[in-house]
């Protein structure tokens, strides 16, 4: 049974620019949910996606976007990218809210 | 910003000795989650201990929840060196929103 999988799993990137990053669930799962995690932070809340609908967001700018597919599937795209977007960002998916499983993580440098 | 808190941040101990993690929050919760993560990269699921449970075991580690005081502990017994990881707890702020601590630092020496 395949875990939730995270590409890419580094990423470099400079100011100004565009990311797109993407996630694919736990088998059987139907919601995905996206952290931000600062060097030496805990993650912190960006969204989450279920029924391809954003549910709920933290404090997050607009510049943080998300999909989610027919599958499934997510991506966390970031534009107008600044340096203070270098983070590890997570992604977690989830059936009901009891338990989030998280993916490796993309490691996100913006120079 | 994080609304759970960790103590201590940094914990260093010696291989076979036991490691206590605390954890507070502010706000009531139907359950409180524990997760390791190694080196930066993703969070392993730990354990759950629900509001109405006051302790919970898993292998070696035992979690205790008081609600009256809003704090939570993780103990590891026996420890080894691959317990070596941030530990961070996290609860739900709504139904959606996980939220977590800064986390505790283990290192386990051997």
């Known amino acids: 049974d395949a875990g939730v999988t995270q590409s890419p799993t580094h990423l470099i990137k400079t100011r100004g620019q565009q990311v797109t990053l993407r996630c694919s669930p736990k088998?059987?799962?139907?919601?995905v949910s996206w952290y931000q995690q600062a060097l030496g932070q805990g993650p912190q809340f960006i969204f989450q996606?279920?029924?391809?609908?954003?549910?709920q967001r933290g404090n997050f700018p607009d510049r943080f976007s998300g999909h989610q597919f027919p599958n499934y599937s997510s991506e966390l795209n970031v534009n107008a990218l600044l340096l203070g977007d270098s983070a590890l960002y997570l992604c977690?998916?989830?059936?009901?809210?009891?338990?989030?499983?998280f993916g490796p993580g993309t490691r996100l440098t913006v120079l | 910003s994080q609304q759970g808190e960790e103590d201590p941040q940094a914990l260093s101990i010696q291989e076979g000795e036991n490691a206590t993690m605390n954890c507070s929050y502010k706000?009531?919760?139907?359950?409180l989650q524990w997760y390791r993560q190694n080196s930066g990269r993703g969070l392993v699921h730990l354990i759950l201990?629900?509001?109405?449970?006051r302790e919970k075991h898993s292998g070696r580690l035992r979690v205790t929840l008081d609600t009256s005081k809003k704090s939570s502990s993780l103990l590891i017994t026996a420890s080894r060196a691959a317990d070596t990881a941030s530990y961070f707890c996290?609860?739900?702020?709504?139904?959606?929103?996980?939220?977590f601590g800064q986390g505790t630092r283990l290192t386990i020496n051997p």
């Open positions: 706000t009531s919760i139907n359950n």
């Open positions: 996606y279920y029924e391809e609908e954003e549910r």
């Open positions: 996290a609860y739900y702020q709504g139904a959606q929103k996980l939220v």
């Open positions: 088998s059987g799962h139907d919601t």
């Open positions: 201990i629900r509001s109405n449970e």
């Open positions: 977690a998916s989830s059936l009901v809210t009891d338990t989030q499983y």
